[in-house]
C-alpha cells in the first residue's frame, strides 16, 4: 500500500498528476484494500486493487480517446457543410431538418431519426405485430410480451415464439449500441441486457427511499452491476454487497432520479447537461435478476408499459445515434460549432445582414435541438403539465373523430408530391387503395421493410395533429382510440406505404441504368442529397432488390442493408439510411407530420407546465400540421426552376387543395346530417380554402360570427383549451346573470349541450356523431330544457341562413325523415 502511495506522490512531485486526482486515487485504493481484504489475503487485495484501477482508468482514457476523434471528424463534416452551403443561415437549421431547395447536401437530423426508426421496425415487424398495441393501447398478447421481456433478461421461459421475438429485439439493440458507439459512444456488450428503465419521479418521491431500496435490492443483479470505483461488479455471482456499500449506491442511484441529475451538479456559467455520448452508458447502471423482476418492479416504479419500453428505447437510440451522426458526440457543442462557423463566414464577407440572419437562425436551430432531443418538452412543473397535456388529448379525442372526413386533402398533396419526385401519381393512389383493402399487399409491404406507424407508436396519428409527446394513460387512451377507430389512423399509415412502396418501384424501374440516364427527378433527388454515382452501382446491384413475384421488383432501403455483400455492415447501413432518409424527406411534403421547424417557432423554447408553454400548445393545437403543410408546399414552389413552373405548381396544389377542402366540407355535413352546402357563394369557397390548408374550422367565420362549436374568433385561436375553458364558464356565467335579472335558468340545456359536444370518443367519430347527438344529447336535452324545440327551430333557421343547408334528420327525431339533398350543392334554395 505505501508503494503506491509513494508512487502518486513523486507523480505529483514531478508535476504529472494534480494532488486532487492523487488524492482521490488514494482514496480509491484504500478502500478497494479494505472491500477486498475480506475475501483474499492482504497482500493480494493490494495487487488487485492496483490492475483493476488500472484498468479502470485505462478504459476511461480509450473511451475520452474515441469521443474526442469522433468530435473531430464531425467537426471537419461541418465545417465543409456550413462553409459550402449556398445560405449558412439556412444550413444550420437543415442539420436539423431539411429545407427542400435549400441546396443542403448534408444529412438532417430528423430525416435520419425517422429512417433509423423505420429501418428497426422494419426488423421488428413480427414482434410488432404480435405483441404491439390493439385499439384499447393495450398489447394484443400480454403473456407473450411479458415472456418476450423474460427471455431478454436471460430468464428462459421454454416459450419458442418468445425466443424468436426476443433475438429480434436483441438483434436490433446490439445493431443500435454498434451504431451508438461507432460514432463516439461507449457502451460495452451485456449478455441479456434486457430492457432499459424509464422510472416513475414521482412515485419514486412519494415512496421515499427506504421503501423504494427495500423493494429494488433484492431484485437487482449485483454480479452484474459495475462498481465505478473499480470497474468491477459489486459482488460476486448471486450475491451483494456489504449493506453500507449497498445503501451508498442505491442512494446516489435514488438522488439522481428524484433530482433529474442535480445531486451531483453545481451551478456554472456553463450549458449544462452531460454530453449525448455519456447518457446511454450511464442508463445502464441498474440491472435486475431477471425478466419477472424487470415487470414486477416496473408495475411498482416504472413509467413506461412493457412494450412501450421495449420500443421506446429503441426508438430513442435511433434519435441519439442521428444526433450524434450529423452533430457530433456533444450535439449541442456540435451545433454551437456550427454556428460560429456560419458567424464567421457572414462577418469575414462584411455581410452584415447575413450576420443578423445566421444569428436568427442559430437560436432557431437551438430550440429545434431541443424539441427533438426532448428537453423542451421536460415540464418545468410536472403535474400542471401532465394536466394540460392530458386535456388537450381528451380534446383529440372529442374533435378529431371526424378528422379523416378532412384528410381527403391529402391526395391532393399525394398526387402532387409524386409527380414532382417522379411517380405515377394514378399509381400511388390506386396503390393507396389497394394496401386499404388488401391483406396480401400489406404483407408484401411488411417484407420489403414498410411497417405501418401505429404498430409501434399507439400515438403517431394524434401526434400529426397535435404533436402532443407527454400526457396521462386515460387521455391517450381516448385520443388513441378515437384516431384508431375514426379510420385515420390506417388511412395515414396506408398512404405513407403507398407512397414509398410506390418509390421502391421507381427506384427498380431506374435499376437498369447508369447514373448519367436515370429519370431527371430521380438524378436531381440523389444530387440534392449526397447519393453518388458509386452508391447508385451498389444500390441498384440486382441480387438487393426485392422480388414480389409476378415480375415485380422493388428497391427498399431495408432490403438492400440485409442482402447486399459488397460492403461491411457499418457501410452498408450508412448508405441505406441515406437512401431512406431521401424518400422520408419527400414523402412528408406529400403527407406531412407536425415539422420540428414549426413547432419551434409556435412555442419556443417554453416547456410545459408554464404559463406560456401550455398557452401556446393551446393556440397550437391542430395549427402545427397546418403549417408544416404551408411550409412544405411553399418551399418546394420556391424551389421550382423558373417563373413558370412555379405557376404551374401553385395552380395544380391551389385548385387539388380546393377541390378536396370543398369534397371535405360537403362531407362533414352529410356526418352532421345536413344536406351539402351551396357550392355557389363565396363564403363556401372560402370555407373550402381553409379546409383544404388544414384550417377548417376557421371557414366557419366566413358564414357565420360562430366557430361550428359555438366559440368566437378569439377563443378559437387560442386554442381548443381555451375553447373548453369557455364552455365550462359562459354557461355558469350567463345562469348567474340570468337569476340577477329575475330570470329562469338554462341549466338543463347547457348540461345538455355540453354533452352534446364533449363526449370522448361518441361525440367525435364520424360515424356515431349523428346519430350520439339525434338520440342522446337531443334526448337529454328535451328531457331537461322545456324549451328545447324552440330553440332547435331557431337553430335550425340560422343555419339555412349561415349555410343554405337543412338538415335531412330532425333535432329530436329518432330516426331521419329523408335522405340527403344532393342537389342543393348546386345551388342554395329561394
Given at each position: ?312 428505447q429503441l426508438h430513442g437510440m435511433a434519435r441519439d445515434v442521428a444526433l450524434m451522426r450529423v452533430l457530433g458526440p456533444n450535439p449541442k ?31 432557431t436551430a437551438k430550440t429545434m435541438l431541443a424539441h427533438l432531443d426532448g428537453s423542451a418538452s421536460v415540464a418545468e412543473a410536472e403535474s ?383 360515424y356515431t356523431r349523428l346519430a350520439y347527438d339525434r338520440l342522446v344529447a337531443d334526448t337529454l336535452q328535451s328531457f331537461l330544457d322545456p ?44
Amino acid at each position: 500500500m505505501a508503494n503506491l502511495h509513494d508512487c502518486l506522490q513523486r507523480a505529483v512531485d514531478a508535476g504529472q498528476l494534480d494532488q486532487v486526482r492523487a488524492n482521490g486515487a488514494r482514496w480509491e485504493y484504500d478502500q478497494l484494500v479494505e472491500r477486498y481484504s475480506q475475501a483474499m489475503p492482504r497482500h493480494q487485495a493490494e495487487a488487485t486493487a492496483v490492475a483493476h484501477l488500472k484498468e479502470a482508468t485505462s478504459r476511461a482514457r480509450r473511451s475520452r480517446r474515441h469521443m474526442v476523434l469522433n468530435q473531430l471528424q464531425s467537426m471537419v463534416r461541418i465545417r465543409d457543410l456550413i462553409g459550402n452551403s449556398p445560405d449558412p443561415a439556412v444550413a444550420l437549421k437543415n442539420l436539423l431538418e431539411f429545407t427542400e431547395g435549400s441546396g443542403f447536401t448534408g444529412e438532417s437530423v430528423s430525416s435520419l431519426k425517422n429512417a433509423y426508426v423505420r429501418s428497426i421496425n422494419a426488423g421488428l415487424n413480427d414482434v410488432l405485430k404480435a405483441t404491439g398495441r390493439n385499439l384499447l393501447g393495450k398489447s394484443r398478447d400480454v403473456a407473450l410480451l411479458k415472456d418476450v421481456v423474460r427471455e431478454l433478461h436471460g430468464e428462459a421461459t421454454g416459450k419458442p415464439r418468445a425466443v424468436q421475438l426476443a433475438d429480434a429485439v436483441r438483434h436490433q439493440q446490439k445493431r443500435m449500441r454498434q451504431a451508438f458507439n461507432a460514432h463516439g459512444g461507449d457502451i460495452g456488450e451485456i449478455a441479456d441486457y434486457g430492457l432499459a428503465h424509464s422510472h416513475d419521479t414521482a412515485r419514486l418521491r412519494k415512496a421515499g427511499f427506504d421503501t423504494w431500496a427495500k423493494e429494488i435490492a433484492p431484485r437487482l443483479a449485483w454480479d452484474r452491476i459495475i462498481d465505478k470505483k473499480t470497474g468491477q461488479p459489486f459482488a460476486a455471482q448471486g450475491g451483494r454487497p456489504a449493506p453500507a456499500a449497498e445503501a451508498a449506491f442505491l442512494r446516489d442511484v435514488y438522488q439522481g432520479i428524484v433530482t433529474r441529475g442535480w445531486d451531483d451538479q453545481f451551478p456554472k456559467m456553463t450549458v449544462g447537461g452531460k454530453a449525448l455520448y455519456n447518457t446511454r452508458a450511464e442508463a445502464r447502471v441498474l440491472h435486475f435478476r431477471d425478466g419477472s423482476n424487470w415487470l414486477e418492479y416496473n408495475a411498482k416504479f416504472g413509467s413506461a408499459d412493457p412494450f412501450s419500453a421495449m420500443i421506446g428505447q429503441l426508438h430513442g437510440m435511433a434519435r441519439d445515434v442521428a444526433l450524434m451522426r450529423v452533430l457530433g458526440p456533444n450535439p449541442k457543442l456540435g451545433l454551437e460549432f456550427a454556428s460560429q462557423v456560419a458567424t464567421k463566414r457572414a462577418t469575414t464577407a462584411s455581410d452584415w445582414k447575413l450576420e443578423a440572419r445566421v444569428k436568427s437562425a442559430a437560436g432557431t436551430a437551438k430550440t429545434m435541438l431541443a424539441h427533438l432531443d426532448g428537453s423542451a418538452s421536460v415540464a418545468e412543473a410536472e403535474s400542471w403539465g401532465r394536466f394540460f397535456a392530458g386535456a388537450r388529448q381528451v380534446l383529440t379525442s372529442i374533435q378529431l373523430g371526424s378528422a379523416i372526413l378532412s384528410s381527403t386533402t391529402d391526395l391532393a398533396t399525394i398526387r402532387i408530391g409524386a409527380a414532382v419526385s417522379g411517380l405515377n401519381p394514378n399509381n400511388v393512389t390506386a396503390r393507396h387503395v389497394q394496401l386499404m383493402a388488401s391483406h396480401a399487399t400489406r404483407e408484401t409491404a411488411a417484407r420489403m421493410g414498410y411497417i405501418a406507424d401505429t404498430l409501434a407508436n399507439a400515438g403517431s396519428t394524434t401526434a400529426r395533429f397535435t404533436g402532443e409527446v407527454m400526457s396521462g394513460e386515460l387521455p391517450e387512451l381516448l385520443s388513441n382510440i378515437t384516431m384508431r377507430a375514426s379510420g385515420l389512423a390506417y388511412w395515414t399509415d396506408m398512404a405513407r406505404t403507398a407512397f414509398k412502396m410506390e418509390f421502391a418501384g421507381y427506384l427498380a424501374d431506374n435499376a437498369g441504368k447508369a447514373f448519367d440516364q436515370i429519370d431527371a427527378p430521380l438524378k436531381k433527388l440523389f444530387t440534392d442529397r449526397g447519393i453518388t454515382a458509386a452508391d447508385w452501382d451498389l444500390l441498384r446491384d440486382p441480387a438487393t432488390l426485392f422480388d414480389a413475384g409476378g415480375g415485380k421488383t422493388f428497391l427498399t432501403a431495408h432490403h438492400f442493408l440485409e442482402h447486399q455483400a459488397k460492403l461491411t455492415r457499418a457501410q452498408a447501413e450508412g448508405l441505406a439510411m441515406r437512401l431512406d432518409m431521401a424518400i422520408e424527406e419527400q414523402m412528408e411534403i406529400a403527407i406531412p407530420n407536425a415539422s420540428l421547424e414549426g413547432t419551434a417557432f409556435v412555442l419556443r423554447g417554453n416547456k410545459p407546465g408554464t404559463f406560456a408553454g401550455e398557452f401556446l400548445r393551446s393556440t397550437a393545437q391542430y395549427k402545427n400540421f397546418a403549417l408544416s403543410l404551408t411550409l412544405g408546399q411553399y418551399r418546394r414552389f420556391i424551389g421550382r426552376p423558373t417563373p413558370w413552373s412555379k405557376a404551374v405548381y401553385a395552380a395544380k396544389v391551389s385548385v387539388g387543395l380546393i377541390t378536396l377542402g370543398a369534397l371535405a366540407v360537403q362531407l362533414k355535413e352529410l356526418a352532421k346530417g345536413n344536406d351539402p352546402r351551396p357550392m355557389d357563394t363565396g363564403k363556401f369557397w372560402m370555407a373550402a380554402l381553409m379546409q383544404g390548408g388544414g384550417l377548417g374550422i376557421f371557414g366557419d367565420f366566413f358564414s357565420s360570427e360562430t366557430s361550428r362549436s359555438g366559440g368566437g374568433i378569439g377563443e378559437t385561436l387560442a386554442g381548443p383549451v381555451a375553447g373548453l375553458a369557455s364552455d365550462v364558464m359562459r354557461p355558469v356565467a350567463s345562469n348567474v346573470q340570468r337569476l340577477i335579472e329575475g330570470k329562469g335558468t338554462l341549466f338543463g340545456r347547457d348540461i345538455a349541450n355540453f354533452a352534446r359536444y364533449n363526449t370522448p370518443v361518441a361525440s367525435s367519430l364520424w360515424y356515431t356523431r349523428l346519430a350520439y347527438d339525434r338520440l342522446v344529447a337531443d334526448t337529454l336535452q328535451s328531457f331537461l330544457d322545456p324549451e328545447a324545440e324552440q330553440q332547435w327551430h331557431r337553430q335550425m333557421r340560422r343555419r339555412e341562413k349561415d349555410y343554405g343547408t337543412r338538415s335531412f334528420w330532425p333535432r329530436g327525431a329518432a330516426t331521419p325523415d329523408r335522405t340527403p339533398d344532393l342537389t342543393n350543392a348546386l345551388g342554395g334554395r329561394p
